[in-house]
């Protein structure tokens, strides 16, 4: 049988879950996280987006040409997303000039042994990897200002249907792929998953003396 993006959500809809939901976001939308851990989330983002950006150029070079549009936007998109995130750190006078935590180190190093993997692998982590932040910042429902600008960064309609060709592009080359490459999919499905919900806990856990 071929898995797909979809089944990949049923099977292990319960590691999605702790993926995607978490006190972090819950904490967003009630206005009542602390801004240490909002700025610790946000500056380990930044580092986090930096890699994957380059994630994506990898992923872009392993693509056939067919998906070249949906994969440049998204880089388009990540070029913008790297200059925001830089304005508000500004705002926030925060200095993104800092060292990874372990958790954003050890994600970083995941993506990039990605490139030593076949393109249908790439593109079922790439897919995750959007799809994570898609549904995370979307299903706690509208959140007050400052937040409200996050969430709807990753929340909006658009990139709901770009996280929608995503999985489309993704389903398109695991149905012609091997076993074994269908397997590692799966398995990099749920290792994004569970970096996706350690990422949260490092922001969430994080102690004021690290926010910095
Ligand atoms: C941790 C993390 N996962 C996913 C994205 C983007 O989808 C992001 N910006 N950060």
């Known amino acids: 049988m071929t898995i797909t993006c979809k089944l990949l959500l049923e099977n292990h809809a319960q590691d999605w879950q702790e993926a995607t939901v978490h006190p972090f976001l819950e904490q967003c939308q009630l206005g009542i996280i602390q801004p240490q851990q909002f700025n610790t989330w946000l500056m380990q983002d930044y580092l986090f987006v930096v890699e994957f950006t380059r994630m994506v150029g990898r992923v872009l070079a392993s693509a056939p040409p067919e998906h070249f549009d949906v994969i440049l936007g998204g880089l388009a998109a990540l070029k913008d997303e790297l200059n925001w995130f830089q304005e508000k750190a500004t ?78 592009q993704a389903d398109e080359v695991l149905e012609t792929a091997q076993e074994d490459i269908q397997k590692q999919a799966e398995e990099s499905f749920l290792i994004v998953a569970k970096f996706e919900h350690n990422f949260w806990q490092m922001a969430f856990h994080t102690a004021q003396h690290e926010s910095k």
């Open 91 to 168: 705002q926030r006078q925060l200095n993104l000039n800092i060292k990874k935590q372990p958790t954003c180190r050890e994600y970083c190093e995941y993506m990039q042994s990605l490139a030593d993997k076949p393109y249908p692998v790439q593109a079922t982590a790439f897919w995750a990897i959007e799809l994570a932040y898609n549904q995370g910042w979307q299903l706690p429902g509208k959140m007050p200002d400052p937040y409200n600008e996050f969430a709807q960064r990753w929340g909006n309609t658009d990139f709901t249907k770009y996280v929608k060709l995503l999985s489309q």
